[in-house]
Nanobody, 122 residues
Framework: QVQLVESGGGLVQAGGSLKLSCAAS?????MGWFRQAPGKEREFVAA????????YYANSVKGRFTISRDNAKNTVYLQMNSLKPEDTAVYYC??????????????????WGQGTQVTVSS
């Protein structure tokens, strides 16, 4: 069983930046970030393959968010720039122990973190 621990959430003004981190307790393959706003379904944000050479993004964050990973530290990051109030949500880290290519569906992942709150004020 792999444990995922997120950090880096907080309150920021619109146009600002935050960097989320997610440390895994063991080796994983593809990793990603989802988010869930109040009253909404959990949605895909970004995902990256094991080697870090292939990344997918939701259209709503493309060009503003960047996902990266450091396999030596078993850690994945989400750099979020030009934040908007609609980015406010709980952000969840996720990991697969079988998929080499990143997925965009929740059922493509095996492990989930506890979530970290990101709040963007207008």
């Amino acid at each position: 069983q792999v444990q995922l621990v997120e950090s880096g959430g907080g309150l920021v003004q619109a146009g600002g930046s935050l960097k989320l981190s997610c440390a895994a307790s063991g080796r994983t393959f593809s990793m990603g970030w989802f988010r869930q706003a109040p009253g909404k379904e959990r949605e895909f944000v970004a995902a990256i393959d094991w080697g870090g050479g292939s990344a997918y993004y939701a259209n709503s964050v493309k060009g503003r968010f960047t996902i990266s990973r450091d396999n030596a530290k078993n850690t994945v990051y989400l750099q979020m720039n030009s934040l908007k109030p609609e980015d406010t949500a709980v952000y969840y880290c996720t990991a697969s122990q079988t998929r080499l290519r990143p997925g965009v569906r929740r059922d493509e992942y095996d492990y989930w973190g506890q979530g970290t709150q990101v709040t963007v004020s207008s």
